[in-house]
């Protein structure tokens, strides 16, 4: 049986650095703080709003 091994996790937000790639600095923590509180309302089965949603993809997307 292979051995399950644990995602690399950022030392500050203890989320898997995978979600918070290509991001540097306040984006970075603001990236983590939105990601925790869509995962809190996912875990008590309410409604992620949409607005959470496209915050998420504008702090995560790579500029030129």
């Known amino acids: 049986m292979a051995k399950f091994r644990r995602p690399p996790k ?3 937000t203890g989320l898997p650095k ?3 790639s290509g991001t540097k600095g ?3 923590s603001q ?5 925790k509180r869509m995962k809190a309302l996912a875990k008590a089965g309410k409604k992620v ?3 959470m949603i496209d ?3 504008r702090l995560g997307k ?3």
């Open 26 to 28: 306040t984006k970075r």
């Open 18 to 20: 995978k979600y918070l």
């Open 10 to 12: 950022d030392k500050k």
């Open 62 to 64: 790579k500029t030129k």
């Open 49 to 51: 709003p949409q607005s």
């Open 31 to 35: 990236l983590a703080s939105i990601t």
């Open 55 to 57: 915050e998420r993809m």
